[in-house]
T-cell receptor, first 115, second 113 residues
Framework: SQTIHQWPATLVQPVGSPLSLECTVEGTSNPNLYWYRQAAGRGLQLLFYSVGIGQISSEVPQNLSASRPQDRQFILSSKKLLLSDSGFYLC??????????????FGSGTQLSVL | KQEVTQIPAALSVPEGENLVLNCSFTDSAIYNLQWFRQDPGKGLTSLLLIQSSQREQTSGRLNASLDKSSGRSTLYIAASQPGDSATYLCADGLTGGGNKLTFGTGTQLKVEL
């Protein structure tokens, strides 16, 4: 069966510090991978998605970047965190098929607090 | 730009009650709509996925319907239980938009004993 691991579960970082959140998927190959952010009282916002190794699409201009060094590994990074980067970050994956109806599977999330 | 709205934002019901959660979207050119459940501080769990060609999907006590022409979807929960307490989110994907979903802000449900 497929599983998705996301860590850490919680993180408190000072403003200006770097960030690295990691997500890995097991039990499947060649998945679509996604990073979402959920701010308090707001819906999930898609930050990045990837359809393959080294292929990253950014949905919104921001202080963050993403990388996919391996097929089932997705990393969210920042060189210098801002207060506005605080939020709940969720990694997700979907099976890449020929039709646009893939179901999304989410990780357990990382609560990031930038102080 | 697709906008997804969920009403009500919060709902409290007694155990055993049947209830309906609402989701509306502005662009009817969707290829699917999904309902998710989120427990506090946790990730999302997919409940039901309705493809654009379908009218409804059922799983146990859950039934989701889709009316593209009116831009609405509903999630019906029968015989609610305290374990159903969670935030329920709907999300849709636009045709031609890949698998990029637009999420609503959710309905926070509390089922009381």
């Amino acid at each position: 069966s497929q599983t998705i691991h996301q860590w850490p579960a919680t993180l408190v970082q000072p403003v200006g510090s770097p960030l690295s959140l990691e997500c890995t998927v097991e039990g499947t190959s060649n998945p679509n991978l996604y990073w979402y952010r959920q701010a308090a009282g707001r819906g999930l916002q898609l930050l990045f998605y990837s359809v393959g190794i080294g292929q990253i699409s950014s949905e919104v201009p921001q202080n963050l970047s993403a990388s996919r060094p391996q097929d089932r590994q997705f990393i969210l990074s920042s060189k210098k965190l801002l207060l506005s980067d605080s939020g709940f970050y969720l990694c997700a994956w979907s099976v890449r098929t020929g039709v646009l109806n893939e179901k999304l599977f989410f990780g357990s999330g990382t609560q990031l607090s930038v102080l | 730009k697709q906008e997804v709205t969920q009403i009500p934002a919060a709902l409290s019901v007694p155990e055993g009650e049947n209830l309906v959660l609402n989701c509306s979207f502005t662009d009817s050119a969707i290829y699917n709509l999904q309902w998710f459940r989120q427990d506090p501080g946790k990730g999302l769990t997919s409940l039901l996925l309705i493809q654009s060609s379908q009218r409804e999907q059922t799983s146990g006590r859950l039934n989701a319907s889709l009316d593209k022409s009116s831009g609405r979807s509903t999630l019906y929960i029968a015989a609610s239980q305290p374990g159903d307490s969670a935030t329920y989110l709907c999300a849709d994907g636009l045709t031609g938009g890949g698998n990029k979903l637009t999420f609503g802000t959710g309905t926070q449900l509390k089922v009381e004993l």
